[in-house]
T-cell receptor, first 113, second 112 residues
Framework: DAGITQSPRHKVTETGTPVTLRCHQTENHRYMYWYRQDPGHGLRLIHYSYGVKDTDKGEVSDGYSVSRSKTEDFLLTLESATSSQTSVYFC????????????FGSGTQLSVL | GESVGLHLPTLSVQEGDNSIINCAYSNSASDYFIWYKQESGKGPQFIIDIRSNMDKRQGQRVTVLLNKTVKHLSLQIAATQPGDSAVYFCAETPSGAQKLVFGQGTRLTINP
């Protein structure tokens, strides 16, 4: 998995609570991505980063924020979790080459009750 | 708007047969297409890609076909094996874009 670690791997939380998911990479890749995966929707891009402190929104960014204070870490925060944010979250990284070099982490299963 | 979709959500094939997974896309600006394989409990993994200046590309036991006229992409897996059981996603990106758009995915099941 190209040195990508997602934490936690599983989390159960209550509606209205803040949640932060972490993606850590050891490959010094420039680009990092957060996707969510839901049945019937495939993978949808939430936010991505093209460098330290450089981020941009994806197609489903509402309710999510991200931060990248150093190359190796990309944090995804749900400020106030809702049941609609129950999903599997995947982090991905690449080094600036094409998307054939996009590597995914193993995912975080988040359940919002 | 942009969309990439798959014709069938599930596909069952006999072990040893060839599998064909289809994908339609709507963004005419897309010029790079990728197939990913996702096994249970894991993140997607790159299988094969193709650029819009090609209509066919072959890998090991896999072939991707691109028909730009009808905006259709397919993945052919030869001599399907039990290890091919997974969900397969197509993805596309326009030239210069920094993000991929994924299709819904097709679950491939291999019957013994």
């Amino acid at each position: 998995d190209a040195g990508i670690t997602q934490s936690p791997r599983h989390k159960v939380t209550e509606t209205g609570t803040p949640v932060t998911l972490r993606c850590h990479q050891t490959e010094n890749h420039r680009y990092m991505y957060w996707y969510r995966q839901d049945p019937g929707h495939g993978l949808r891009l939430i936010h991505y980063s093209y460098g330290v402190k450089d981020t941009d929104k994806g197609e489903v960014s509402d309710g999510y924020s991200v931060s990248r204070s150093k190359t190796e870490d990309f944090l995804l925060t749900l400020e106030s979790a809702t049941s609609s944010q129950t999903s599997v979250y995947f982090c991905a990284t690449r080094d600036g080459q094409g998307f054939e070099k996009l590597f995914f982490g193993s995912g975080t299963q988040l359940s919002v009750l | 708007g942009e969309s990439v979709g798959l014709h069938l959500p599930t596909l069952s094939v006999q072990e040893g047969d060839n599998s064909i997974i289809n994908c339609a896309y709507s963004n005419s600006a897309s010029d790079y297409f990728i197939w990913y394989k996702q096994e249970s409990g894991k993140g997607p993994q790159f299988i094969i890609d193709i650029r819009s200046n090609m209509d066919k590309r072959q890998g090991q036991r896999v072939t991707v076909l691109l028909n730009k006229t009808v905006k259709h992409l397919s993945l052919q897996i030869a001599a399907t094996q039990p290890g091919d059981s997974a969900v397969y996603f197509c993805a596309e990106t326009p030239s210069g874009a920094q993000k991929l758009v994924f299709g819904q995915g097709t679950r491939l099941t291999i019957n013994p």
